[in-house]
């Protein structure tokens, strides 16, 4: 198995910190930065050393699937030119394959994610605008929006999928929920008690009163009247709750899903944890998807994500 050994990566930081006089926060997030282009070029079985200019590419490109930042990916990148680099002029390596590979541009557009502060403010919007304004009908649907906003942040699901959910498929002890995603491939996402919190209260004050009655096939989010709900419902309770928040980006349901890759990635989360998380079974032109023990999933989550 030809792989990256300790001794490139521990000399590569030694440099940084001698020789380049980084800052200890900078130094940690060019461990982080490295540690997940290792982590991928090693689930292909290639050192550092012999990676070619296709294996720097295909890594960016795992990173636009996940949907991490413009910003966030151009920093990723600047990380690994400084590692070829370094590894080409100490003649670790015979070549730097990033040579011709350019920086992306990032400031000409917003990117399609959304801050921490930004996700907070949404999640909050529902309690404080039934506050502001209360509800003029005896069912709190505030509870429902509430709850469909903490589980798309708290899992990166699509909106196709969180329709679909159905209530049988949460597993609550065990912070986990079966998500049904393209071509009716299962996957299994953590799910944190802030997310699983507001489901309950939904249930307990909504779902039962909305349910009365009526064929709902056991999904968990229903309608105003006890259907299951559309797509377009989704994204018209998140376009009002963004709108509430006071933010100006043009927010829809991947967003949450980009947001959500992008704070558990920055966070220093294992790529491939987020790769099972999101249901990317194929997301370059090499197979780097590796099928990896739940229980390192959930911890991974439960480690880095906000909420988790």
């Known amino acids: 198995m030809n792989t990256s050994t300790p001794s490139e990566i521990s000399k590569f930081f030694r440099f940084l910190q001698l020789e380049k006089s980084l800052a200890e926060n900078s130094i940690e997030a060019y461990r982080r930065d490295i540690s997940r282009y290792t982590a991928f070029l090693e689930s292909q079985r290639i050192a550092p050393s012999s990676a070619r200019d296709e294996h720097v590419a295909a890594f960016l490109h795992t ?44 400031g000409k557009y917003l990117p399609d994610v959304l801050s921490f502060e930004e996700i907070n403010a949404i999640l909050s919007a529902p309690e404080r605008l039934q506050k502001q304004i209360g509800w003029r009908t005896k069912i709190q649907i505030w509870l ?7 589980t798309l942040y708290a899992t990166g699901m699509r909106v196709s999928e969180l329709v679909d959910l159905k209530q049988s498929s949460l597993y609550a002890e065990e912070q986990l929920v079966r998500v049904f995603g393209k071509g009716s491939k299962e996957r299994i996402v953590p799910i944190g008690i802030p997310a699983l919190n507001a489901i309950d209260c939904y249930r307990r004050e909504v779902r ?14 229903l309608s105003a009247r006890g259907k299951p709900l559309t797509r377009m419902t989704v994204w018209n309770i998140i376009t009002e709750y963004t709108k509430a928040a006071g933010i100006k980006k043009n927010v829809h349901p991947h967003t949450f899903r980009h947001s959500f890759a992008t704070h558990l ?3 220093g989360a294992d790529l491939r944890a987020v790769q099972e998380m999101l249901g990317h079974a194929d997301i370059s032109t090499t197979q780097i998807y590796t099928h990896i023990d739940r229980e390192f999933v959930k911890a991974e989550h439960k480690r880095y994500h906000p909420r988790g």
């Open 144 to 150: 429902r929006d509430n709850a469909i906003l903490e």
């Open 265 to 267: 990635l920055e966070g």
């Open 63 to 106: 990173l636009r699937e996940l949907g991490l930042a413009p910003r966030s990916i151009a920093r990723n990148l600047s990380a690994v030119k400084s590692f070829h680099k370094f590894l080409f002029g100490e003649k670790i390596a015979v070549a730097d394959p990033t040579e011709n590979i350019e920086l992306p541009k990032t």
């Open 208 to 221: 039962s009163v909305l349910a009365q009655n009526k064929s709902t096939n056991d999904a968990l989010f």
